[in-house]
């Protein structure tokens, strides 16, 4: 449908706005969006709670970049940087459900259908709250700009 | 026939949300089968009070990150409908193609992703993509062309942002749309493919028949197979289309201690909505390559199979598939105009129905004089499905109870499945541990 074609990055932002941090990847996605003339070979996406659409988001770019709230068992508002390689999901109905879409095995799937990026970076970022509500907590929303400057080094 | 079965299935997989099936067998005896959903409630209701009417659709699309865009569009309709507002001929194609986008993604999700790995005997997709490639690549392929075809319309994948009350803030262009309907054209091939292989394992779908009613949109004028328009019908009360408005004379919801979703009954003690219920009230209004796909799965008018449900959403694929490609004719005959959308509020109440992909979907609002939402009320089709998932298990179980209790628990499973139950699409974080 769009003609325009695809960037070699892209990066993604997953989350619910409607359970506070647990859109903190949508938040990222706003905020990393403002400089997007300063990265005119990155395409930034809101996929919201997109699970599959993942795979198709990722298909066939050189780099991917994934923002998302993740419970790593680490000081709430705490950044990690990681690979998928780096880390093992602890759901325990992955791969079994949509609603549980597991990023970890959409790479996976990705990869063996030949079109996976050769580089993919994952953003995790520990959550204080993951009550009803459409605003970060504190701790996260004062540390909305480190973070976009922590994913902008990974782009340069 | 075993004397002892226990299966405790917490929670059942390739499913939308959490649900548990419970079956407990001493010496021949059933002394338990449920149905279980133990989701905590969303709060949807709740959460959208105090928002202006031009809010609404934007936040409950929030409550499926599958069904998103036809969350919205019933959440529109009953808005449009609150607050007296018409909608022009080209948005209302343009809000069709966008609901048959959804409709695609849906189902191609569902028959490849979550049904299929039953039908070829393996846990999940994942193995699946090792065993038949080729088989899931096409699958992609047609959930990713589901996918552009979202995003040109609705504006992204998931969560629309091109549909306010009144109409669409964007119309695609004419190359757009001619672009789409090329791809579609070409997605045929893709759809028998895949239909092909399904029908290659259809064997391995139970045969289970059960008496039901099915619930569904019915649209008389012009006589369609419709997502969209029309009122509410059952096989039950063929000579009746009840407006949308009456949906609560429909739904009869009710609480019970198993769930903490309600159930609904309407003649009988359950109903069933979705691809099957829409293919029993209209098949004969299906487009004809829709038509000769059920022919060749022998899916006709009066199935009571549920597990047949797949196959239905398999042959709605077909139609819509092949209605889009018509109603990009139409709009492109009448040639394309921006529109600009402009509303103001009113105190009033609105109802909004749409089909979901897995079926009949109702939202109610109330807005003060500011436009100011004071009261909603929004029934899913799964939360309708439960009772009837309940009453075809309680059918099922003793046919197959001297099955082993691997096979028994599979089918039960399956039947779940079969519905393609949206339990909750509340939280997806990640959690992991790191290994180095």
């Not at chain 2, 199935?303 to 709605?316: D, G, H, R, W």
């Amino acid at each position: 449908m769009d003609q325009t074609p695809r960037k070699d990055t892209v990066v993604i932002g997953l989350g619910n706005l409607l359970l506070s941090d647990e859109g903190i990847g949508v938040h990222l996605i706003r905020k990393l969006s403002e400089h997007q003339n300063k990265f005119p070979s990155v395409e930034f996406i809101d996929a919201g709670t997109g699970g599959m659409n993942v795979l198709h988001l990722i298909a066939n770019r050189k780099k991917a970049i994934i923002i998302d709230c993740a419970k790593m068992s680490k000081k709430p508002g705490t950044i990690r940087r990681f690979e998928p390689a780096d880390v093992k999901t602890t759901k325990k109905l992955t791969h079994f459900s949509l609603h549980e879409a597991d990023i970890l095995r959409i790479i996976a799937i990705s990869r063996q259908l030949d079109e996976c990026p050769e580089q993919i970076l994952i953003f995790g970022i520990e959550p204080e709250s993951l009550e009803v509500g459409q605003k970060l907590s504190k701790t996260l929303a004062e540390k909305l700009d480190l973070y976009a400057a922590d994913i902008c080094k990974s782009l340069s | 026939m075993h004397n002892n079965v226990n299966i405790n299935v917490h929670h059942i997989t390739r499913v939308e949300g959490h649900g548990n099936i419970v079956v407990n067998v001493k010496e021949g005896k059933i002394e338990k089968l449920q149905w279980q959903v133990p989701e905590a409630p969303r709060f949807f209701e709740a959460m959208v009070r105090g928002h202006s009417y031009q809010d609404i659709q934007t936040i409950v699309s929030r409550i499926c990150g599958i069904c998103s865009i036809t969350h919205s569009l019933a959440a529109t309709k009953a808005v449009e409908s609150a607050m007296g507002l018409k909608v022009s001929e080209q948005a209302d194609k343009l809000r069709i193609l966008m609901h048959y986008s959804e409709q695609l993604q849906s189902h191609t999700l569902h028959v490849g992703y979550l049904a299929a790995p039953d039908f070829f005997g393996t846990p999940s997709v994942v193995p699946l993509v090792a065993r038949a490639k080729d088989v899931v690549k096409t699958i992609v392929k047609a959930h990713r062309i589901a996918n552009n075809w979202s995003d040109l319309i609705a504006g992204r994948t998931t969560h629309p942002v091109t549909l306010i009350p009144g109409g669409l803030t964007k119309t695609p262009t004419e190359k757009q749309l001619r672009q789409l309907q090329k791809e579609l054209k070409d997605a045929v091939p893709d759809l028998k493919k895949i239909a092909e292989v399904v029908l290659s394992v259809a064997g391995n779908i139970p045969k289970f028949e059960r008496p039901t009613e099915y619930v569904s949109l019915k649209q008389t004028t012009p006589p369609t197979y419709t997502f969209y328009h029309g009122g509410i019908t059952s096989n039950d009360n063929k000579s009746a289309v009840l407006p949308i408005e009456k949906w609560h004379d429909v739904a009869n919801e009710f609480v019970v201690e198993q769930s903490t979703a309600k159930w609904a009954k309407w003649h009988r003690d359950a109903y069933a909505v979705g691809a099957l219920a829409r293919f029993n009230n209209n098949a004969e209004l299906l487009s004809p390559m829709a038509k000769d796909a059920a022919k060749i799965f022998g899916l006709e008018k009066g199935c009571c199979n549920p597990y047949m449900n797949t196959v239905a959403q398999l042959v709605e694929c077909f139609h819509v598939v092949e209605t889009s490609i018509e109603i990009i004719d139409q709009l492109l005959t009448k040639g394309l105009k921006t529109e600009k959308i402009t509303s103001s509020p009113r105190a009033g109440k609105g109802s909004g129905c749409v089909e979901a992909p897995r079926g009949i979907l109702f939202h109610d609002y109330e807005f003060d004089k500011h436009g100011k939402c004071v009261a909603a009320d929004i029934c899913i089709p799964t939360g309708q499905n439960h009772a009837n998932i309940q009453k075809d298990f309680e059918k099922l179980l003793p046919e197959i109870l001297d099955q082993q209790e691997k096979d028994i628990r599979l089918k039960l499973e399956m039947l779940v499945r079969a519905y393609d139950p949206c339990i909750s699409c509340s939280t997806h974080f990640l959690n992991v541990q790191f290994v180095r």
